[in-house]
């Protein structure tokens, strides 16, 4: 079973556009919008359980150049 979360970010002045560039190129990321609002940059994420979810986003998301915070919201369902 995947588990599947939505990742909201922050990111530094300007750096919007190129943190979801460069999240699209990720494995396990399914979906990203650069967006307004509190946040600059909305990603779906997937991976094969809960503690995959915490390190894509602790080890991949967080390591990305521009990435200031993130809140990260985990799917109830499961997915197929």
């Given at each position: 079973m995947n588990a599947r979360a939505y990742?909201?970010?922050e990111t530094s002045g300007g750096m919007s556009q190129s943190v979801a560039a460069s999240l699209r190129t990720m494995p396990g990321?399914?979906?990203v919008d650069a967006v307004t609002g509190p946040y600059d940059v909305i990603a779906v994420i997937q991976a094969g359980n809960i503690n995959d979810i915490g390190r894509?986003?602790?080890n991949e998301i967080h390591g990305q150049r521009g990435v200031v915070r993130t809140m990260t919201s985990i799917a109830l369902e499961p997915t197929a």
């Open positions: 990742v909201l970010i990321v399914l979906m894509l986003v602790l």
